[in-house]
Structures are given as C-alpha cells and as structure tokens.
C-alpha cells in the first residue's frame, strides 16, 4: 500500500493534449475580476457610448445627414458599439496584467500547469467575451437611435469576437512590457484611442484625402469596425470576407507574439 501511494505522489497529473480546467480557470479568474466592477465595465461605456449619441443628435439639430451611404444614426451606433467592444478588449488583459505584476500575482499564471499557448488562448477568450458584453449593453441603450435588428448576425458576432480577441492580446504584449502604471496608460491615451478614433468610428474613410485614407485602411480595427457596421446595418465599404482574412491573419500574428513572450519569461520572471 505504502509503495502504491508513493508512486502515486512521486507522478505528475496527466491533463491530456490541452488542460481544459487549468484552461477555463484562468478564463473566469480574470472574467470575474471584469464582473466585479461591472458598473465601470458595463455600464460606464454604455453610457458614455449614449452621451455621444445625444451630442451629436444635439449638434445636428434635426439636420438630415447621411455618412457612408448611411442615416448618420445608423452609421454611428455600429462605430460606437464597436469603439467599446475594442477598447474594452484592450483594458481586460492590460490593466489585470499590470495589477497582477505589480501585486506579485502574476505568479499565480506562470506558476500554473498550462502551457504558454494555453495562456495566451485563455487570456484572448476572456477579453473576447468581456468585450462583447459591454458591446451587448451599449446596442441596448442606443436602440432609441437605431431601432432594427442587426443585419446579418453572424457576422456582427464574428467582427465582435475577433476585434475583442485582437485588442485583448495587444493588451496583454503590453500590460506584459509595462512596468508601471503610467506605460499602460500611455499606451492606451496616445496609441490605442487615437487608432480607434480615426479608424471611422464617427465619419466615413471617404471624407479623408486618398493619402489618409489609405493610411486608416491599414488599420486592423477599421476592419473590425466596418464589419460590425456591416453587420448591424447590411451596408460596408470592405468585403466582409476580406475582413474576415484580415482579422484571423493579425489575431494569429498577436497570439504567436503574446505565445513567445510567455515562453521565454518576457517580464515575468526575476
């Protein structure tokens, strides 16, 4: 009995090909931590997303306008829905990154029996489902402004995913090389937002001379903004499915760079 219990002790536990507990662990420890604060998830850019709506129902007056061959409201609320789902994307892994490094948490990651690919996998998943949600509530909110069901709901679901995921795993490369509070910061206020904002949240790519336009067009989150458009209004400027390449191209770009920083230890590790 003695000799059974003691090879028993003396052998690692065999998760399988993936560990799908460890795996679904670091999901929801982090997904909870977004939860906990919900009124600052959720709800703050929800809205934050209706207070534009309203300016610039204010500014217009009345006016009739149309942008991107939209009713202005139909082209805004999909920008705006977006604008949160990638912003939201990006906060859920960078700030926890940065709390958990500077808190001496991150050990509780790196210390557990997942591989390097199960980690990023973990990480890009929960910034994928904690985008998607605040995105679920702002749609509610501005449904005074665009009362009608999405368009093609695959695709709305699709483009929702993929901008969370992409964003997410830029907030993990960069909450991983922030060492304090201010590098992240700084990343989101002079890269992130100022990308998300001339990506044609608010105005139509065609408003901007050919040089620009061609500029805004490398971003990967116009993509994810014009697909989302295009889901909930049936109407884009890209095809779809370029998008769709686009996004599954820089996601697996992302993960293979966030996958060699937890393999080597990048930052984590005295």
């Known amino acids: 009995m003695s000799s059974v219990l003691a090879d028993t002790a003396l052998r690692a536990r065999r998760f399988g090909r993936v560990n799908w507990i460890g795996l679904w662990s670091l999901f929801l420890r982090d997904f909870l931590r977004g939860m906990d604060i919900w009124k600052i998830t959720i709800a703050a850019p929800a809205l934050q997303s209706l207070l534009f709506a309203l300016i610039f129902q204010l500014a217009l007056g009345g006016i009739s306008v149309t942008m991107g061959g939209l009713d202005f409201n139909a082209f805004l609320v999909p920008g705006l829905i977006a604008f949160v789902v990638l912003e939201r994307g990006f906060e859920s892994t960078a700030y926890m990154m940065v709390y958990d490094k500077l808190e001496g948490m991150i050990t509780d990651v790196i210390g557990a029996p997942l591989t ?9 998943l929960m910034a994928a489902v904690s985008a998607v949600l605040p995105g679920v509530a702002t749609w509610v909110v501005l449904l005074p402004f665009l009362a009608a069901l999405p368009a093609d709901p695959v695709a709305l679901i699709f483009f929702a995913f993929a901008g969370g995921s992409m964003l997410g795993l830029v907030g993990l490369a960069g909450g991983l090389w922030a060492d304090k509070w201010d590098h992240i910061s700084g990343i989101q206020a002079f ?26 067009e490398l971003n990967p989150a116009w993509y994810v903004i014009d697909g989302m458009r295009y889901g909930l209004t049936g109407t884009a400027v890209a095809d779809p499915w370029t998008g769709c390449v686009v996004l599954l191209a820089v996601n697996a770009a992302l993960w293979l760079l966030c996958w060699g920083l937890f393999a080597t230890g990048y930052k984590t590790k005295a």
């Open 116 to 124: 390097p690919a199960e980690m990023v996998t973990g990480f890009a």
């Open 191 to 216: 890269v992130v937002v100022p990308a998300l904002y001339m990506s044609g949240v608010f105005f139509s790519l065609d408003r901007l001379p050919e040089a620009f336009r061609a500029v805004a």
